[in-house]
């Protein structure tokens, strides 16, 4: 049987893929970070499954006692604390030995808060970058504004909601008017995406915010921008006056030229 890497909700328990649930109700053994946090979900599916720790801690040790488990023919899925395996959470390691020693590896997909965060920020483009989780401290954040400057399409980052201050901050000091949407608590009860510009952005959460946070950095400005900007602005202005409502006249405008539509409109005011 191959290791079947299992995509689980992000927030709401619903966003689980009937796919996934079948795995999981006929997997011999479920890997997984957090023992309760996985036992909630199965539960309220009504799933009884033998669960086995499987974390950052362990993940060296339980890769060697599961690969002769896997090519003995027995069946594991494997499942992180929200999301996809391998993306930002333990799991890369069990599939590249799975496939060194020749054993199949499925993956069954289901929710993204990175794809879910970029959609919802308004900031989305034919390409992206994922960062991961941001660097710690100060000097490594103000290089990673550095390296952003010349990025032309939007980043996707997760972030502690202790950090995100500081780090909003930073990205403020480095550039006040980059557009930014921070994506609290995605898909759960109290959801909420809040854009704007860094220097907006840093000043609304002065102080930590509860809950799992992700963060979407717009494209940085491109260089020259400043005289198609105006061009673009110029362009809402016309359509204003025709009677075109301003939200729609940004959204018009933004899509044959790329200036993002939430600048152009407030700049537009």
Sequence with gaps: MPLAVCATPIGNLED????????LAAADVVLCEDTRQT????????????????????EA??????????????????????????V????????????????????????SAVETALVASGLVAVQYRFLGFLPRGAKKLSELWDELRGWPWPAVAFESPQRLPATLRSL??????REVAVCRELTKRFEEVARGTAAELAERFDAPPKGEITLVLGPA???GEGDGEERALAAVAEL????????RAAQIVSDLVGVPRNRLYKLSL
């Design 240 to 247: 204003v006056a025709a009677g075109l409502p301003r939200r």
């Design 61 to 86: 040790k339980r890769t060697a006692e599961l690969l002769p488990r896997l090519e003995a023919g027995e069946r594991i899925a494997l499942v992180s604390d929200a999301g996809l395996p391998g």
């Design 172 to 177: 403020a000091d480095a550039d006040a008017e």
């Design 39 to 58: 036992r909630v979900l199965l539960e309220r599916h009504g799933i009884a499954a033998r669960l086995l720790s499987y974390h950052e801690h362990n």
């Design 221 to 223: 400005a491109a260089p």
């Design 16 to 23: 689980v893929t009937l796919r996934v649930l079948a795995e």
């Design 88 to 111: 930002s959470d333990p799991g890369a390691r069990l599939v590249g030995a799975a496939l060194d020693a020749g054993v199949d590896v499925t993956v069954l997909p289901g929710p």
